[in-house]
């Protein structure tokens, strides 16, 4: 079912901090910040070509971050994202399978304007896993 990695998330504490460390030590193309508020982070994207590196930092009080990086203070590896051709065929057979889907547990809208689901990351190998529609 899952297709491509499309990205690996890290969480920061510092935005601006870890897009310089990925631009200036690592030499990445970093993007422009965009604010999710529906979400609660706000995020950079890295292109690596094969896939993207995520840099996610808190945005908003009850920011689904913040209690990672209270565990993870210099910040830490939060999730992978593969790819799927059909949300909501996924999404059944996630079900089916007894997996549990965070949040409503439908689609939402992610940042890349494709619909994109959550599931717990006791479920799969202690990591949390976005699948994303492509
Ligand atoms: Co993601």
Same mark, same amino acid.
Do not use: W
């Given at each position: ?7 690996? &998330?890290?969480?920061?504490?510092? #935005?601006?901090?870890? +897009? ?10 970093? %993007?422009? +910040?965009? &604010? ?12 690596? =070509?094969?896939?993207?590196? /995520?840099?996610? !930092?808190?945005? =908003? /009080? $009850? +920011?689904?971050?913040? &209690?990672?990086? /209270?565990?993870?203070? %210099?910040?830490?590896? @939060? ?5 799927? $051709? $059909?949300?909501?065929?996924? #999404? $059944? ?16 809208? =992610?940042? @890349? ?5 959550? #599931? @717990? ?8 896993? /976005? #699948? !994303?529609?492509?």
């Amino acid at each position: 079912m899952i297709g491509k990695l499309n990205h690996v &998330a890290i969480a920061v504490p510092d #935005l601006a901090a870890a +897009s310089a460390i990925y631009r200036e030590q690592l030499g990445a193309k970093v %993007s422009a +910040s965009q &604010a999710l508020p529906h979400h609660g982070v706000t995020v950079v994207f890295i292109d690596l =070509g094969n896939t993207k590196v /995520e840099l996610l !930092e808190p945005l =908003g /009080e $009850d +920011s689904p971050i913040a &209690a990672f990086l /209270e565990k993870n203070p %210099s910040g830490g590896m @939060h999730h992978i994202c593969y790819e799927v $051709d $059909d949300i909501n065929a996924a #999404l $059944d057979r996630m079900k089916s399978t007894g997996a549990r889907v965070l949040g409503s547990g439908e689609p939402k809208v =992610g940042a @890349h304007g494709k619909p994109v689901v959550f #599931l @717990h990351p006791k479920d799969f190998c202690g990591t949390l896993v /976005e #699948l !994303e529609q492509v």
